[in-house]
């Protein structure tokens, strides 16, 4: 047996796919929350890569909605909520969404 084979995958897999950025500055989400009413909110990107984008947002919303990011720069980025959480250190809740175009918060 060598020293590949004894790794296991997962730290691999955890590792993001591109670097994320720290960033901080004010957006709009539209989308549906848990209960199924459409909303209008005000959120802060707090990470982005070019895929992707952490942020801080007050509406509990689903796994899998799909939402809209309306950034300050203009025009508007779709994406799918792939995660939902509660930070435990400041207690604001914070959704991971992925993006659906491919070149993402770096298009032309």
Excluded: C, Y
Excluded at 24 to 33: I, P, T
Excluded at 77 to 84: D, I, M, T, Y
């Amino acid at each position: 047996m060598n020293e590949k084979e004894s790794r296991p995958d997962v730290a691999s897999s955890q590792r993001p796919r591109s670097p994320r950025v720290p960033v901080e500055f004010a957006l709009e989400v539209e989308g549906k929350d848990t209960a199924g009413n459409s909303f209008k909110a005000k959120a802060t990107a707090t990470k982005i890569s070019r895929g992707g984008a952490t942020l801080l947002l007050d509406v509990d919303v689903p796994l899998g909605s799909v939402v809209t990011l309306i950034p300050p720069f203009g025009g508007t980025l779709e994406g799918e909520v792939n995660g939902s959480w509660t930070d435990e250190i400041d207690g604001r809740r914070r959704i991971g969404v992925k993006l659906t175009k491919s070149d993402g918060w770096f298009a032309q």
